[in-house]
């Protein structure tokens, strides 16, 4: 079965500054979807970002970037010029782009942005 | 257009009790899915619904929890009889088709006591 690790339970930046969130995951599988979720505090997950794992490229959505290495099974989001909003609880998620209907997701990191 | 709505957004219930938890999927999504997060934890998927039938409930962890979707739209998971080990966060996703992105709920966080 895929897993998905989150090694950070709890990071803090300051606002304006970078900080990237680390995401590793394990599977066996070639072709399959990464994803970020942020959960703000007593509100709904929302999407990211989101990487196909055929595509070099990283992906980018404004201030969120990833940095993709598939041969390391890694999956880090940066987010840029960080801002009050972006405190909230986020996921890192993996899901097969095959049959499987699952979302494996990691254990979470708690962001605080520090005004 | 409205979201993934969850009801309640918290429960507290003792052990033995009877509990059920709604999930409102956007209007038109035929993929709806649970999945919980016990403290501390990663999210784990429950169930998966296509329209009315159960495409993949692997995820169940026994058969205390039952989970419907009548006529396609709402779906229902009842717990029954709770146990300490059932508290967590529930939440529900709903997506048109299968490979599209996911729309989360604000999920249901359940305190068995």
């Known amino acids: 079965a895929q897993t998905v690790t989150q090694s950070q339970p709890e990071m803090s930046v300051q606002e304006a500054e970078t900080v990237t969130l680390s995401c590793t995951y394990d599977?066996?599988?070639?072709?399959?979807?990464l994803f970020w979720y942020k959960q703000p505090p007593s509100r709904q997950m929302i999407l990211v970002i989101r990487?196909?794992?055929?595509?070099?490229q990283n992906a980018t959505e404004n201030r969120f970037s990833v940095n993709f290495q598939k041969a390391a099974k890694s999956f880090s989001l940066k987010i840029s010029d960080s801002q009050l909003g972006d405190a909230a609880m986020y996921f890192c998620?993996?899901?097969?782009?095959?049959?499987?209907?699952?979302?494996?997701f990691g254990t979470g990191t708690s962001l605080t942005v520090i005004p | 257009e409205a979201g993934v709505t969850q009801f309640p957004s918290h429960s507290v219930i003792e052990k033995g009790q009877t509990v059920t938890l709604r999930c409102d999927p956007i209007?038109?999504?035929?993929?709806l899915y649970w999945y919980r997060r016990v403290m501390g934890k990663e999210i784990k998927f429950l169930l998966h619904?296509?329209?009315?039938?159960?495409?993949?409930e692997s995820g169940m962890p026994n058969n205390r929890f039952l989970a419907e979707r009548t006529g396609g739209t709402y779906s229902t998971l009842k717990v029954q009889p709770a146990e300490l080990e059932d508290s967590g966060v529930y939440f529900c996703?709903?997506?048109?088709?299968?490979?599209?992105?996911?729309?989360f709920g604000n999920g249901t966080r359940l305190t068995v006591t």
């Open positions: 996703a709903s997506s048109q088709t299968r490979l599209s992105p996911l729309h």
């Open positions: 599977t066996s599988e070639s072709d399959y979807y």
């Open positions: 990487q196909e794992a055929y595509k070099q």
């Open positions: 998620a993996y899901r097969s782009a095959g049959d499987g209907n699952q979302f494996y």
């Open positions: 209007s038109g999504h035929d993929n």
């Open positions: 619904f296509v329209k009315e039938s159960k495409q993949d």
